[in-house]
């Protein structure tokens, strides 16, 4: 057992009803819970703010990084899609919790490279939202904390404003040493 999945901020507010949809945000949920089955160890990062959150605007700009509110903690927008799949070993890592710091990356401010390191995983194969921000900082930190990184490339979606933006980021991951791949490879390297 030494893979682990990791599932990158699937929640109400960042799908197409929520306060800052992904384009077809939803669309990836089946293709993550066929993966989950394949995986002794599935790793859930949430997007948990305080209500005062460093990065929410009243006039969001979305392009210098100020977002309209979401994902506060224990509202409804901050609540994994409804249909995204649970085993028992479900790890749920809560990031950007403190009022005054942004995370992107589920390794920051949390305690998940040591608890992975603990359980014995050196591969990572990463999916959810969004490929441009979220998904992109938790690869390139998990690639320094030293792990082996997948990116589950059809298992992702991004914001992409200003386009390009998720371009960028899947080049910018490959010079990092992520390594890209199908839904559908994923159970030859688990
Ligand atoms: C995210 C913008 C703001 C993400 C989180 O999950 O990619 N994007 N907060
Ligand atoms: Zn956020």
């Known amino acids: 057992m030494d893979n682990a999945l990791i599932v990158v901020d699937l929640q109400n507010d960042f799908c197409p009803d929520g306060v800052l949809p992904v384009a077809d945000g939803d669309k990836i949920v089946p293709i993550i819970n066929n993966l989950i089955p394949l995986f002794e160890v599935v790793i859930y990062t949430r997007d948990w703010h305080p209500e005062n959150h460093i990065s929410f605007a009243a006039s969001p700009q979305f392009t210098d990084k100020s977002w309209p509110v979401h994902c506060v903690a224990n509202t409804h927008g901050a609540d994994f899609h409804p249909d995204l799949f649970f085993n028992l070993n479900a790890v749920v890592i809560d990031k950007g919790t403190e009022p005054d710091i942004e995370a992107y990356s589920g390794f920051e401010g949390t305690n998940l490279a040591k608890n992975l390191h603990k359980l014995g995983i050196n591969t990572v194969f990463i999916t959810g939202l969004a ?3 979220c998904v992109k900082a938790t690869a390139l930190d998990a690639v320094k904390e030293g792990f082996k990184v997948y ?4 298992a992702v979606k991004g914001v992409d404003n200003p386009p ?27």
């Open 164 to 190: 390009g933006t998720v371009a960028n980021a899947l080049t910018e991951m490959k010079q990092a040493g992520v390594i890209a791949i199908n839904a559908a490879e994923v159970r030859q390297y688990v």
């Open 131 to 133: 490929t441009d921000y």
């Open 151 to 154: 990116l589950v490339a059809d």
